[in-house]
């Protein structure tokens, strides 16, 4: 038997910003923690998803998915599963592929003549937040072309352009588009006697003719 950790948390959105910007944010919420003996298999991993996918199933049936997220993870010594579900309401870009805890977030602008980057405002992060899918709104206009985010793993530059990507409305319209499919005449398979028929019939022609 091998001993895992499987804690659920949840994600709640949160909006921290000034006067002139606002970014949603995520509230990170412990739900449960738990140990469980799985049987050693060579497909440990498989069981350890199944097991994270049953604590999100239950915990949405139980609290609901609506406008948060909930996340389960599994852990072995060496492996590690994770399953995710939910949704934030009015979220345009994504952040990071998964949550991470935000440490800095500036607002930059180009200078025109360096073609540089550079902080224009920084926004206060007063309390343990997270970042994933956002929403950034500017309360007054404002120019700026990028927006700096830092997490203690990394850092990701998002373009003015890249700051409202429907990617959730954009993955249900595709996915209700009827699929097309070419139409292929299907050709039988001739078989000894089909061959024997054509040769006689040929064989007549040719007497016909003669």
Not at 51 to 77: C, D, Q, T, W
Not at 131 to 146: H, P, S
Not at 159 to 188: C, F, G, N, Q, Y
Request: net charge positive; proline share 3%; charged share 40%.
């Amino acid at each position: 038997m091998v001993k895992v950790l499987a804690k659920t948390v949840y994600y709640e959105p949160r909006k921290i910003g000034n006067d002139t910007v606002r970014i949603t944010l995520l509230e990170r919420i412990e739900a449960e923690w738990n140990e469980h003996n799985l049987r050693k298999h060579e497909k440990l991993i498989d069981r350890m998803l199944v097991l994270a996918h049953n604590n999100v199933v239950r915990h949405m049936s139980s609290v609901g998915g609506e406008n948060k997220y909930i996340f389960s993870e599994v852990e072995a010594p060496g492996l590690r599963a994770i399953v995710g579900d939910g949704q934030i309401k009015d979220t345009e870009t994504l952040l990071f592929l998964k949550p991470e805890p935000v440490t800095r977030i500036v607002i930059l602008k180009k200078n025109k003549e360096t073609d540089m980057l550079e902080k224009i405002l920084e926004l206060n992060i007063s309390k343990e937040l997270w970042c994933y899918e956002t929403k950034l709104e500017f309360l007054k206009n404002m120019e700026w072309d990028a927006i700096l985010v830092e997490s203690p793993e990394r850092k990701r530059i998002i373009l003015r352009e890249e700051a409202k990507l429907p990617l959730r409305e954009k993955i249900v319209e595709e996915s209700m588009k009827p699929r097309t499919h070419r139409k292929t005449k299907a050709k039988k398979k001739k078989t000894k006697s089909d061959k024997k028929k054509k040769r006689n019939k040929t064989k007549r022609k040719k007497r016909r003719r003669r």
